[in-house]
């Protein structure tokens, strides 16, 4: 397990340092807390208030990842289902409604690509060459 927020990283953290960084969650500057099962496998806290919480969880794959849905968690609950995720209890994410969030690729605009700005470069040449006579 890997704790991480914007700037610090605790591996294989205890419960007083779970409890103590999901607090020091401001809204402000630190925002976001993750404890890391594997590279693709997280529970994540974002703070947008210091009573506010949302979550978010990944299962393995990019296609099975969840947010928290209604409203904002307070703290007591969000360090509560943190500790649970950490100790691999089954029904850490029981007293949670989540929602899937889809995983939508991104669409890259064909003057992004390769081709793209080998087309305009020949365009451009081209018009150089109008111009010029």
């Not at 990944?58 to 969000?78: T, W």
Request: aromatic residues 12%; hydrophobic residues 45%.
């Amino acid at each position: 397990m890997t704790l991480t927020t914007h700037d610090t990283r605790f591996d294989d953290p205890d419960a007083a340092t779970i409890a103590k960084v999901l607090a020091s969650l401001d809204g402000d500057r630190n925002v976001v807390a993750t404890l890391e099962r594997a590279e693709a496998a997280y529970l994540q806290a974002e703070c947008s208030h210091p009573t506010a919480f949302v979550l978010e969880y990944q299962d393995g794959v990019i296609e099975r990842r969840y947010r928290s849905r209604g409203a904002a968690l307070p703290l007591g609950p969000v360090t509560d289902i943190f500790l649970a995720y950490a100790r691999s209890d089954a029904g850490w994410n029981h007293d949670v409604e989540w929602e899937h969030v889809p995983y939508v690729p991104a669409k890259i605009p064909w003057f992004s690509t390769w081709w793209g700005y080998v087309v305009l470069l020949i365009a451009v040449a081209l018009l150089i060459r109008w111009w010029r006579g």
